[in-house]
């Protein structure tokens, strides 16, 4: 029953981590959606006044070019902003509970099969062949 119950919470934490993970990269990919939208309209808007405010001083190529430069500061500061990856720290503890789950239920697992040969056995000497036999097939399967 123990070896059911740690895949259950391994499956459930697993659920979870997904869940809330997932969640959290849609929210971030709608709201940058929506502000790269708003920032495109505005940089439209700026660069029309920006380019008339400029014109008479400078020139129409100065003037764009002092307006290009302005937009590429501008990406390189949304770009740094867009790196930063979301953080959830009911997503990480699912996440080290899944983990810690089926560590245990491979090690509930590795007992059971270690005793197995024990309890089917009519002797006890042929019984501990098995169980030793057993437990260096499951220790190399281990260090794979």
């Known amino acids: 029953m123990r070896l059911l119950s740690l895949a259950r919470a391994a499956w459930q934490a697993e659920g979870l981590y997904l869940r809330r993970s997932g969640?959290?990269?849609a929210i971030q990919a709608g709201l940058g959606a929506v502000a790269a939208v708003f920032a495109l309209l505005m940089?439209?808007?700026?660069?029309?006044a920006a380019f008339a405010a400029l014109l008479p001083s400078q020139g129409p190529v100065w003037s764009a070019l002092i307006i290009a430069f302005g937009d590429l500061v501008l990406?390189?500061?949304m770009g740094l902003l867009a790196r930063k990856p979301p953080r959830d720290t009911v997503a990480e503890e699912a996440l080290a509970l899944r983990q810690a789950a089926l560590r245990q239920m491979g090690d509930t697992?590795?007992?059971a099969m270690i005793l197995a040969p024990l309890l089917r056995s009519q002797t006890l000497k042929k019984g501990a062949i098995g169980a030793a036999i057993t437990a260096a097939i499951v220790g190399f399967m281990n260090r794979r």
């Open 109 to 111: 697992a590795t007992q």
């Open 43 to 48: 940089l439209v808007m700026l660069h029309i």
């Open 75 to 77: 990406a390189a500061i």
């Open 23 to 25: 969640r959290g990269y």
